[in-house]
């Protein structure tokens, strides 16, 4: 009688309930999960961020209970701690860098002392570009002070970057830091005082530019790059400024404002614009004239985005790919400033990448059955500080994981369940949009095995899509589970995708069929079907 007195909720063991001997804990909407332990926690956090909080936590909640997890890795195994943030960064996981870079300052704050040198020994790995230094250095600067051993890392930085590197990253920020940021280059090479050697001549002259930046002084050949930018801070024509920009490759940072409504300067932005930042300018692009149906920008573009190497190599994140759709296909900006026409041929080229940029899938050929949480409390907060909502991105994941495994079923739910005619060939702004317009209720994560037991469905792999807010049920998930797998004889696993940074799960950690993932992990599709294949 024990699967029918869990359906009944007659078992005593609903989800506003612990399971009797388990170690569970009220999570933000009031039910009861499973705590999520502090690595998975750190990997979450590093993945997924904290910007836009949850419907249960204020950003600043999320933010401050993320940290502590973060700190409390650092404080049992500092160096297994750098090595997470290292890797998450130099694979390309992450979205987003901040979230990496502040971890990476708590790191440098730590109490232990190899700790903090393993840190330090990290800033060039995971701060790659001069913004990311900037963003690093202003957590660290609120943490802790600055030692000889900041100076000497920070030092490091400049002396071990390539000149050519090192000159373009000058020149994004020539004059100060990024947006919003206090730090700039000036500030960090006064502080901490990079010697280059004696027959570096053009690494002292930039760093003697930097520092100085009304000298007169002639630079070096090495520099033409730089001195070029220069002369192009001081014109207001636009063909000399497209000839200019072409003819040293230089980016966007450095064209006065007023040029940059000019197609042709755009033009030669294009042809040497590397791949994240043709992303972020596809509306500005389409604005000014230059993308449009036809045109030998639309065939540039389109062949940048199907070009999968390229992506791998540029770290092209499928967040960023399925942000940029998200903003062009609109036509307009998030603050409605901006408008264009979008190119039908660079949204399905943008649709393509955003598979692409996942990493490559071996199929398990086992039967799925996805579970889509469509409830209120995934249409609040946004993923790793995208516009999307958890529900939308979640739906995107379930279509990568619907094109690659053919014997696949997806379901919304919330506290009822509905079939989706999902299909691997559907767009993703269409299946979006189909979640999108559902009617959104409490959570009740067990439906989905529920709803296979009640059908007598054949799955192998229930995978579930949550923000883990689940309360409503009779009947906990990993309950659901167990019961399926004694109704059916079915060793079904369950994975359990997580898109917000809470610290919760439905999967219960003493079972090795199930599995927590972060949602947006660019490896997460193949960990996934690895896990399910038994491959891991």
Known sequence: MKNILNMLGLSGAGQAMPLPGEAMVANGAGGYAYALHDWARLDRFLVLGTEGGTYYASEARLTREAAQAVGRCIASDGKRAVGR???MSV?????????????LALATAAEDAETRVAALAAIGKVARTGAQLQRLVGYIDGLRGWGRGLRRAIARWYLEQPLASLELQALKYRARGEKGQRW???????????????????????????????????LPVELARYAAAERLAQTTDADQAAWLVADHRLPREVVPTALLNERKVWEALLAEMPMTAMLRSLGKMSQVGL??????????VVARLGDVDRLKRARVHPLQVLTAMAVYRTGHGLL?????????????ALDRAFYAAFAAVEPSGK????????????????????????????????????????ATQVVAFQDRLVPLALSSRQRLDDAIKATSNLPFGATDCARPMLYAQALGLEVDAFVVYTDNETWAGAVHPSAALRDYREATGI?????????TASGFTIADPADAGMLDVVGFDSSAPALIGDFIADRL
């Open 85 to 87: 943030i290292v890797e």
């Open 91 to 103: 694979s390309g996981r992450a979205p987003k860098q901040d979230p990496l870079l502040f971890a």
């Open 184 to 218: 700039s280059h000036r500030d960090l090479l006064r502080l901490a005082h990079p010697l280059a050697p004696a027959e570096d001549v053009a690494r002292r002259a930039l760093f003697d530019r930097i520092v100085r930046p009304d000298s007169v002084a002639e």
């Open 291 to 300: 993308l449009v149906s036809g045109s030998a920008a639309e065939r540039n």
């Open 336 to 348: 409605g400033k901006l408008h264009w026409q979008p190119v039908p041929a660079v949204v399905d």
């Open 491 to 499: 060793a079904a696993k369950l994975v359990v995708v997580g898109l």
């Open 367 to 406: 039967r799925f059955l996805i579970g889509l949480d469509v409830s209120g409390s995934m249409g609040t907060g946004q993923v790793a500080g995208s516009p999307l909502t958890p529900r939308e991105a979640a739906t995107a994941m379930a279509l990568v994981t619907l094109a690659r495994e053919p």
